[in-house]
């Protein structure tokens, strides 16, 4: 739906990347710019939305908090080292900030509650001040009623209720509450919403205590500091790699270990087009990485709970199936069943229908992400505490899998949905991962059929040297040629990945052929899109932005290859499409907007790499 057949104009939704994120490690929301909460699910990343306006303006569901005057400027910024955001409200007669955090007290807190506070404060002067507190329930869908309380409301739906405690007087209506206040200099207002656990609903309110709350914050700050504090990066470009480590912490499910790709539905890649995907789950390829940046950075507790997920997922493998024994991407509690249906009641964000919650590609067949599981297993093998031999059993099941069907047609890493082909990434990642299992056998004096898996391993290799090569265009390609056909034309920023995975040398002139037509074709200054959909296409209208984290893959293939100077403006520029906090989408627009879901773990997972390999380097 767009603004003319009757949806909400362009300028009701802020841009995508003027917003900050908070969380509390099994949840988060979106602050934008302008003090609006315009996306949250409770009580979990897949739960419904609870504010949904990201996704429809009208319909979504928001919390409002801002001035009632007339501002010169805003800012948003992050308390140092936490995820603790401030947003600041300039005027001539006054400044007021508004802190939003989910309050974190202790790792692994069995009695956590999940609560979002919204901290008011006047820095300078004084201000008036309105708060509307408008929630959706279930996407929009579910019936709530608004109930007055002493000290706040209470938002009541059958599956979900809501208790918004506030320091300033709200009135109920249609729904929703309401409130005004003034503040003075140095006046602070609260509000604290808290999910209530089934069967509270009713018990009366505890009253605001402005110095519990200044506990709590001062507790939620120690939290994140003394959780960056383990880091062993002291490179360069701190700053932009613990503000990615920090995204990468908030995009953990602490309770499984689970880290999903991001905390967003239904961002697109285009504005007004259908590439809107829902991204809350655990895609094996991009946890996968997230390991190998933790890791990188000394964070090993993050990697054993996300190995400990893994092995679950793993013990239920079953080799049955049109996927294998592995899916390319699970629920938060390791399910793979992620039916995709459309939420046609949403006008989706400045009309870009239609908004989808699931994920088809759950079903498909993506033999690369057997080669990102192993290889983040083995370096959590080399680096983290070693995995179990029940673990080694597992995944010589799954080993033995990909040896029959290696060499089959699949979607691959971009997820097309125009058809299976043959992918020079997917068996580049094949070998992977029966390279490292090779490895982890001769290491630790392992079981395994290393006669057979060395042959395999051999016969991946050439595949990908021979088929995957086009010589006219100096270059490996997108397809492994057929038998019948002419080599492939079509590139793949996927395969700025060659000398990362040790499948070559970043020095060998293949790869540097391959970097020549990939500059060539796909990057635009810095910027980098992952393949040219007119010359392959993926089953999907429309275009899309460069994709990000090919960006920094080009920032590390150059940084490898021995262009030390390149690789460090490529990096600087690419810091300089940052959102205002240090978040990226999962894609720039060529007028480097942020398009997709935001903020993307696979991003700043890359950011983390490029950084590190490039200090390393100089």
Known sequence: MSADRGGAPPEAYLPIGEHGLIGDLRSAALVGTDGRIDWFCAPRFDSPSIFGALLDAERGGVWEIGPRCETASRQQFYFPDTAVLITRFLAEDGMVEVQDFMPILRPHDENHRQRLVRRVVSVRGSMR???????????????????ACEGGV??????LTLLVRSGSGLSVADGEAHGAFELGQGDEVLFVLEVEEPGAAGAEPCPLDPDATSELFDATVAFWRTWLGRSTYQGRWREMVHRSALTLKLLTHEPTGAVVAAPTLGLPERIGGPRNWDYRYVWIRDAAFSLYALLRLGFTEEAESFVAWLTRCLSRACGDGATGPLHAMYTIDGEPDL?????RHFEGYRGSAPVR???????????DVYGELIDSIYLFNKYGAGISYRAWQDLTT????????????????????????????????????????VRMARQRGLPADLVRWTRARDDMYRQVMEDGWNKELGSFVQRLREADEPPSRVLDASLLIMPMVKFLSPRDPRFLGTMKAIRKALVADSLVFRYDPAEAPDGLDGTEGTFTICSFWWVEALTRSGRIDEARLALEKMFTFA???????????????QLGNFPQAFTHLALISAAVNLDRSM
Do not use: K
Not at 339 to 343: H, I, M, T, V
């Open 154 to 159: 209470r938002f009541v739906s059958d599956g």
């Open 357 to 367: 919650t699931g994920n088809g590609a759950a079903q498909q067949l993506q033999l």
């Open 398 to 437: 799954i080993v033995d899998w990909l040896l029959e069907r290696w060499d089959s047609a699949d979607e691959s890493v971009w997820e097309t949905r125009a058809g299976r082909q043959r992918h020079t990434y997917s068996r580049i990642m094949s070998w992977v991962a029966v390279e490292r299992m």
């Open 339 to 343: 039916p995709e249906c459309e939420l």
């Open 579 to 593: 959102n205002h906090v240090g978040l990226y989408a999962e894609q720039i627009g060529t007028t480097g907007e």
């Open 129 to 147: 001040m309105r708060t509307r507190i408008a929630p959706r329930l279930d996407y929009g869908r579910a019936p709530h009623r608004a109930v």
